[in-house]
C-alpha cells in the first residue's frame, strides 16, 4: 500500500507564492508516477502537473506558475505555485500511481488566494 499526505496550504494573497509539499510512504519504490491536481469549489479535479519517467507534463490551469520536483531521498513531492491568483483557490490533491496502475490520492489541502 502506498500512502501520500499533502501540506502546506493555507491562505495568501493575490500575487503571492506558496508551496506544497507531498509525502509518500509505504511501498513507495512501486510508484511510478506522481501528480498535484486541484478541486476549485463546484468544478472538477483537474491536473496541474505530472512526474513520471517520461518526464514532467503540465496542465493548462497554471501552466508558466507552477514547478514541481520530486526529492527521492525523501520520498517528498513539492509544487511551488507563484503568481497566485483568487481563481486558483480550491482543495489540492497530491496522486501516485504504481506500476500496476493503482491511484492513491491524499485527502488535500486547501489553498485559499484572496484579492
Known amino acids: 500500500q502506498v500512502y501520500v499526505a499533502e501540506s502546506g496550504g493555507g491562505l495568501v494573497q493575490a500575487g503571492g507564492s506558496l508551496t506544497l509539499s507531498c509525502t509518500a510512504s509505504g511501498r513507495t519504490a512501486s510508484i511510478k508516477a506522481t501528480g498535484w491536481y486541484r478541486e476549485p469549489p463546484g468544478k472538477e479535479r483537474e491536473l496541474i502537473a505530472r512526474?513520471?519517467?517520461?518526464?514532467?507534463t503540465f496542465g493548462d490551469s497554471m501552466m508558466g506558475r507552477v514547478n514541481t520536483s520530486w526529492d527521492a531521498s525523501k520520498n517528498v513531492m513539492y509544487l511551488q505555485m507563484n503568481n497566485l491568483k483568487p481563481e486558483d483557490t480550491a482543495v489540492y490533491y497530491c496522486?501516485?500511481?504504481?506500476?500496476?496502475?493503482?491511484?492513491?490520492w491524499g485527502r488535500g489541502t486547501r489553498v485559499t488566494v484572496s484579492s
Open positions: 512526474i513520471s519517467g517520461e518526464g514532467t
Open positions: 496522486n501516485a500511481r504504481t506500476r500496476l496502475g493503482v491511484e492513491h
